[in-house]
């Protein structure tokens, strides 16, 4: 069964340096969407990527976050100057489509990313 | 804001039937979705329910929705040691293009 794959699986970095996290959505879906789960907490939705732009994004994703589609395949998370409350587990999801069509999101495994 | 509740953790003998509890505020939300965490892994997508309907099953899955209370409960018959994970509800927000809110996830610990 296709799956949406994330590198690396875990991301060591000092604070202030920036971070790409990755992600290979699955190869037909349309949607893509990161979230983060800071340890003890909730899943929280960042934003969503449809057609080469953000559809929607959620107060945590500030202007040191950003999101790309380099190339056909790859959907990227920037974050540009790392603070110690980034430590999270960040979840890629991409989905067929979305609105009223049921079109579930599918996740990757996550990034745990520790901000030292 | 929008909120989904779950209780935190739920334990069962092997064998018996798990019932995972979750509640919701958005009566626009679309569809519910049950996801399941293993440890170290990512959510994998078990079952969902649209919000006109009040009963799903698939195999050993039953999902029973209560639109009017905003309740949402996953069944899980003779369960195993192998279903022990997290399991989170989440709903698709209404007033989005599809973000899912998400609960707490209910750790289920299956004893042999």
């Known amino acids: 069964e296709p799956e949406v794959t994330q590198t690396p699986s875990h991301q060591v970095t000092q604070m202030g340096q920036e971070v790409i996290l990755r992600c290979v959505p699955i190869?037909?879906?349309?949607?893509f969407y990161w979230y983060r789960q800071i340890l003890g907490q909730k899943v929280e939705f960042l934003v969503s990527?449809?057609?080469?732009?953000?559809?929607?994004k959620s107060e945590i994703f500030d202007d040191q976050f950003s999101v790309e589609r380099p190339d056909g395949s790859n959907f990227t998370l920037k974050i540009r100057s790392t603070k110690l409350e980034d430590s999270a587990m960040y979840f890629c999801?991409?989905?067929?489509?979305?609105?009223?069509?049921?079109?579930?999101?599918?996740f990757g495994d996550g990034t745990r990313l520790s901000i030292l | 804001g929008e909120d989904v509740e779950q209780s935190l953790f739920l334990s069962v003998r092997e064998g018996d039937s798990s019932v995972i509890n979750c509640t919701y505020t958005d009566s626009s939300s679309t569809y519910l979705y049950w996801y399941k965490q293993e440890p170290g892994a990512g959510l994998q997508l078990l079952t969902y329910i649209f919000s006109n309907m009040d009963m799903k099953q698939d195999q050993r899955l039953t999902v029973l929705l209560n639109k009017k209370d905003k309740h949402l409960s996953l069944r899980i018959a003779d369960t195993q040691t192998g279903d022990s994970a997290i399991y989170f509800c989440?709903?698709?927000?209404?007033?989005?293009?599809?973000?899912?809110?998400f609960g707490k996830g209910t750790k289920l610990s299956v004893k042999p």
């Open positions: 990527f449809y057609n080469n732009e953000i559809s929607e």
């Open positions: 989440a709903e698709k927000y209404g007033g989005s293009q599809g973000n899912l809110i």
């Open positions: 999801a991409s989905s067929e489509g979305t609105g009223f069509r049921n079109q579930p999101q599918h």
């Open positions: 190869s037909n879906h349309l949607y």
